[in-house]
C-alpha cells in the first residue's frame, strides 16, 4: 500500500519464498531505471538495472520488470534468503539528466528463517 | 577494493558551525554525486559533477557548495549547518554521466543541534 513520512511500505516472506517489490515511477521521460538494495547503515548497492528499451531483464536470482504503459517497476528476487533482508528502492533517470538519480521512497523486504 | 570513500563517518555540528565532507573514490570515474538522505525516504540529489572541473546543482542545492578538487575527489560543503540539514549524506560516483552504473559511499551521518 501506500506509504507517507516514516512508514515505508514493508513486505514480510519466508525463507525460500519469491518476492516481489513494486515502484511507480514518475516521470515519463524516464529512460533508465535502477534497483538498489540498502542494508541498514550502509550506502546503497546497485543490484539490476534496465533501458525503457527492454521490458524485462535477468540477474542472479533476480528479474526486473518494466512497464512503460503504467509507468511501473518490479523487481523479483527468487529463492528468498535472510541476507536479502533490507530497504529496496527504484531509482529513474533520464540518459541526458548527466546520471541524476530520481529515487523512490523505498521497500523494507524482511526474510523469516 | 575501496571504491567510493567518505569522511567523516560520523559528525555533530551545531547551529551556525560550518564544515566539509570529504569524498575520494578510486575506480578512475568521471562524475561524482553527493545526496542525502532523511528519515524514512529515498535519496535526493544535492550537487553533481558530470566531468572534472564542472559541477552543477541537484534537487536541493540550498545551503550547501560543493568542490571537485581533481578528478578523485568531490567534496560538499556547509556554509553554516542548520539542524534542517541533519540527514545522512552519501557520495556517489558513475564512469560517465547518463545509463552508466552509479556506486554509493558507505554515508555520512550529520546532526545538526
Known amino acids: 500500500g501506500e506509504s507517507v513520512g516514516l512508514h515505508l511500505p514493508t513486505l514480510s516472506v519466508q525463507e525460500g519464498d519469491n518476492s516481489i517489490i513494486n515502484c511507480a515511477y514518475s516521470n515519463s521521460a524516464s529512460d533508465y531505471f535502477i534497483w538498489y538494495k540498502q542494508e541498514s547503515g550502509k550506502g546503497p548497492q546497485f543490484i539490476i538495472d534496465?533501458?525503457?528499451?527492454?521490458d524485462k531483464r535477468q540477474g542472479q536470482r533476480v528479474t526486473v520488470l518494466l512497464n512503460k504503459t503504467v509507468k511501473h517497476l518490479s523487481l523479483q528476487i527468487a529463492a528468498t534468503q535472510p541476507g536479502d533482508s533490507a530497504v529496496y528502492f527504484c531509482a529513474e533517470s533520464k540518459s541526458t539528466s548527466y546520471g541524476k538519480l530520481t529515487f523512490g521512497q523505498g521497500t523494507i523486504l524482511t526474510v523469516h528463517p | 577494493n575501496a571504491g567510493v570513500t567518505q569522511t567523516p563517518k560520523f559528525q555533530v555540528l551545531k547551529t551556525g558551525q560550518s564544515m566539509t565532507l570529504q569524498c575520494a573514490q578510486d575506480?578512475?570515474?568521471?562524475?561524482m554525486y553527493w545526496y542525502r538522505q532523511d528519515p524514512g525516504m529515498g535519496l535526493r540529489l544535492i550537487y553533481y559533477?558530470?566531468?572534472?572541473?564542472?559541477?552543477d546543482k541537484g534537487e536541493v542545492p540550498n545551503g550547501y557548495n560543493v568542490s571537485r578538487l581533481n578528478k578523485r575527489e568531490f567534496s560538499l560543503r556547509l556554509e553554516s549547518a542548520a539542524p534542517s540539514q541533519t540527514s545522512v549524506y552519501f557520495c556517489a560516483s558513475s564512469e560517465a554521466p547518463g545509463l552508466n552504473t552509479i556506486y554509493f559511499g558507505e554515508g555520512s551521518w550529520l546532526t545538526v543541534v
Open positions: 534496465i533501458r525503457s528499451n527492454m
Open positions: 575506480m578512475n570515474h568521471n562524475s
Open positions: 559533477s558530470a566531468s572534472e572541473g564542472t559541477t
